[in-house]
């Protein structure tokens, strides 16, 4: 038993380090990076985006959706994630700079209009398919 003012266990051999100094040291490099997100959107599209850009490739229907109240890439990355998930979309993209989305369908097969409209409209925008 420790007498009164002892440590059962002093510390081994220097500071211990703990959680809160730990945290803190993350803190900073969590901060500058949600700062460049906020102040540069921009960059956010690149992160997010998975499409290559070279096309959708052979044996596939492609369709354009237009699509208003887009304001930044980040936007037009986060419709597109939205739109991958529609069931019977094979591929997506989204330009926000043109306010559009190409939507790409197995050949023969319809695209889901109804839903591709209802995933643009949840997300905040209007989308309307071209006349025809």
């Known amino acids: 038993m420790p007498a009164a003012g002892e440590a059962c266990c002093p510390p081994a051999g220097g500071r211990r380090r703990t959680f809160r100094s730990f945290g803190s040291v993350l803190l ?10 906020v102040f540069l959107p921009n960059w956010i599209a690149p992160l997010m985006s998975t499409s290559s850009g070279t096309g959708f ?4 229907d492609v369709y354009v959706v237009a699509v ?4 930044c890439p980040a936007c037009a990355a986060g419709l ?16 926000y700079e043109k306010q559009q989305a190409v939507i790409a369908v197995p050949n023969g097969t319809p695209p889901p209009r109804e839903a591709i409209l209802l995933v643009i409209t949840r997300a905040g ?8």
């Open 68 to 71: 208003q109240g887009m304001d």
């Open 57 to 60: 490739g052979p044996n596939v």
């Open 80 to 95: 597109e994630v939205q739109l991958r998930a529609v069931p019977g979309v094979v591929g997506v993209q989204v330009n």
């Open 125 to 132: 925008f209007t989308g309307h398919w071209p006349p025809g």
């Open 28 to 37: 900073w490099p969590v901060t500058a990076a949600a700062l460049v997100l």
